[in-house]
């Protein structure tokens, strides 16, 4: 229903910063939130954050609040992911994700129903 394409990963340093981009296209319409996941190797699938596209509303890990900044815009076609002051631990394979039915940032994956293909993020020391 909703397709989704990630950009903007790469190689930076402990510190640095990134901006991930997320295009949506196909029955954008129908998503109501949108989120970023990651999963480094070895590791399960983690929630990163999301934002509710009918009120604005977000939600962060842990783990990266005060640091990543997540936003969209009303077309929902877009989905963005501002990293600052990244970390070796931020290092890993980030998903953008839709969902058609959830109006509040959920935290759930299985509340996602649409997923891109993920784009690498590696930070070194």
């Known amino acids: 229903q909703v397709q989704l394409v990630e950009s903007g990963g790469g190689l930076v340093q402990a510190g640095g910063s990134l901006r991930l981009s997320c295009a949506a296209s196909?029955?954008?319409?129908?998503?109501?939130?949108m989120g970023w996941f990651r999963q480094a190797p070895g590791k399960e699938r983690e929630f990163v954050t999301s934002i509710s596209l009918i009120t604005g509303s977000t939600n962060y890990a842990d783990s990266v609040k005060g640091r990543f900044t997540v936003s969209g815009n009303n077309a929902r076609n877009s989905l963005y992911l501002q990293m600052n002051s990244l970390k070796p631990d931020d290092t890993a394979v980030y998903y953008c994700a839709a969902s058609s039915f959830a109006f509040t940032p959920t935290a759930r994956s299985d509340d996602y129903t649409s997923w891109g293909q993920g784009t690498q993020v590696t930070v070194s020391s």
């Open positions: 196909g029955r954008t319409w129908s998503s109501k939130a």
